[in-house]
């Protein structure tokens, strides 16, 4: 699992390490990612980020086996959880909390013990 702020430019950058790492359709990412948050659909996702409060911090997890699976789903590829994990560390997150270094050092140091 992935924690991140979910915040509306949190999630447009998940969405461009997506669509940059894999080849996949856009729309397909847009609804998989929703699905990995535990959305039931993507506009559900943005309407909850419409609603949400500039304050408001909200930390959520993202299940990465979710959202490759719905990707394959939707988009008919074979796309492994390891494939979400790799895009999600190439994300450049601007909204994030001091768990993040962590988190980056944990996937770092998990990537040399392969």
């Given at each position: 699992m992935t924690y991140f702020r979910l915040t509306r430019r949190n999630?447009?950058?998940?969405?461009?390490?997506l669509i940059e790492t894999l080849p996949?359709?856009?729309?397909h990412?847009?609804?998989?990612?929703?699905a990995g948050i535990g959305y039931p659909s993507h506009s559900a996702l943005m309407a909850s980020l419409r609603t949400q409060?500039?304050?408001?911090r909200v930390t959520v997890a993202v299940d990465e086996g979710a959202l490759a699976e719905r990707l394959g789903t939707l988009s008919g590829l074979d796309v492994d959880a390891g494939d979400v994990v790799n895009a999600f560390g190439e994300a450049d997150l601007p909204d994030v909390g001091?768990?993040?270094e962590l988190a980056k050092l944990r996937r770092?140091?998990?990537a040399?013990?392969?």
């Open positions: 999630v447009a950058a998940l969405r461009r390490s996949a359709r856009p729309l990412v847009d609804e998989a990612l929703a409060g500039n304050s408001d001091p768990w993040t770092r140091e998990a040399n013990e392969n």
